[in-house]
């Protein structure tokens, strides 16, 4: 391999499969010897050996260390070189922002979050982006040409392999309208990923949360809408139109209420946030429930799933039946998803996941009583360890992971 | 890379990633020129001749022509060595068996198929098994330690992983018996796989019919049960436990009839052959339909799906309306598990799948009635193009698939 001169022309260049291997391995095991490279990428040593070396000329990796001795001289331990680059993780909201940068080891040195209106549309809120983005790096000494991607995640669907939402709901003025040009003057090296936040959550999970040692899995996102990530082989799943996992317009009950997509009994027009607060406002007007009839009135005639949450936890009859029948509803649906999955792990997120435990404790029981024995045996059902943490850190990754990929910036 | 001088040591080696990547492509692509492999593969020229010419001293490969010339000398096209090693394809079915000696290139050489009683338990009918396959290596001079695999498809839940039936509701004496074991004396080289037949099938699918050019997709299998292949990037996705794909079980209908698992309106228990058959008998005997009342009488007393199908095609109102209502509830389910997954194609297959046109029409207005457009924008919806002969050929493939992996035989 010759000797690269251009550092940022080194930045973006595709990685051939053992040197991807190799960095893909080191991003999520930690500083390796190289023989512990061999071992994790199933390459044989002799390989390893050039690719670090190969790695090492580029830049990308180091030699940070002596590893533990099994005898004879100490073996030199690897790992990434971390101001090889630079990436900046969005996580964009209907209702908030946050803004990181990250090193190239993922390592979050900064990160802001705004409140936005994203309805106010893409030019207003891209220049938000960009502007916080700007700070971090002057902030931290860092060049515009250092860094190297972007991962944006957004509230809505996502066409991934052009980057533009699709017809999104709740993001008017969006549609397909293209993100990754807004970039390039300002971050000339910059690859830009986009994709929605479920997928981005599950990333972050599965970065530096509960998914690490799990290889099939799922995330699910309860808010405004409900929608899934999908872990398969230790890699996000798209689909083949990047629509896998929009599970919140799966049929919930065939007599249930319209919903906004037109079908009748949407699990998400059941179970998510805007529903849970009008059963209960609905609730409150009738006069069934004094806990709720207070919050409604605190609230100036509106109610939130919060709200409902925090009722049920005072004690509220109707509220607690509201937060336990839509997490009912919830399981069921995901038992269908468990048969046909397989997954060893669920875990549950996002702003109406935090309406206290009889929502997760029912949930689960959705789940159990209708998924087959075998398909549960090895399950594990849990809120998102991470929180509000895992659409940031699953952006940066997001950026992270394909720097050296073959996706057009 | 050292010469390999004992034969059959070298046939079930665990090559090296490239290596291996290199066999899949040949597997997948046919003859290649080097050139070509390195493309497909997305490995170096240079490390693709090496790799060649490593495979090609072990004996799995061989130059076997010349390949189009781009103006200079005529590259040469390796393939591999169809001689190399033989597998055994098994079908096993409740009450049919196919069993298949096919060559290293996945040519069926032989196939021969025979009633049989799986009930009658693992040692009569592995011995039936093993009767059957050594006839055939008999008639074609393959010798059994030429032998390098074999690929079993069971009508049953399969932990991968161990080889054993787990629990298989048709398959009495069959629970956690060890097969891989029975086959050792008579096939001394020969690692053996066992998979459930639905996976079989997709895969018969995924290699040589229509799912070649897709990366997600999925096998649905109407028979007496109903199950499901999942294509995940191009290879068979088994889930945490191995139990991916049971959505015989799925919740169709909440006021449903009791399926035999315990659970209420499962949608084997509404849309299988055993309740098509069954609905269409009460209503022959209620003296609702005068066709199906003949070919009750002909069985002299019992219908089968089939019946009801050909019934149907004579115009039989209530046998049209049970395919119908059948074919709607599959279909319902599979909607859930579109928006889920968003495969690019769905195949259906199985004995109850040739009940008629109105049955995948019916299939195909359930999906489309409560999937997102998205997702099913690119969606195929086919019956399956090899039908009896996806799982011998998958079967096949599940063996060559193993060959060089590293599963314990």
Redesign the interface.
Known sequence: MEHVTDYWVAARRHL???QA?AVESLRKHGPLTRTDLADV????RS?MTSVVNELEEIGIVVETGDGESTGGRRPRVVNFRRDYGYVIGVDMGATSLEVALADFSGAILERVLVPIDVREGPDITLAQVQRLALDQIRQHEVRPEQVLALGIGVPG?VEFASGVL??PPIMPGWNRHPIRPFFREAFPNALVIVDNDVNVMALGELTAGAGISH???FFVKVGTGIG?G?V??GQI???????????G???ADKNGPTCH?G?VGCLEAIAAGPPIAARAAEAARAGRSRILAKYLEQGGGRLTAIEVGLAAEEGDKIANEIVRESGRAIG??L???V??????LILIGGGVSNIGLMFLSSIRSGIFS?S?P??T???RIDASPMREDAGVVGASALALTHVFADVRG
Chains 1, 2 share one sequence.
């Open positions: 051939l499969p053992p291997r990428t199933g390459y044989s390989t669907p699709n017809a290889d099939n899995w899934c999908i398969c082989g799943y798209r689909g083949a139109n990047g629509s896998a996992g929009d599970i317009h799966i049929c997509c079908n069921e649906v038992a269908s998803l048969n046909f999955y397989n997954p060893s209708r087959l075998l398909a045996r090895n399950l």
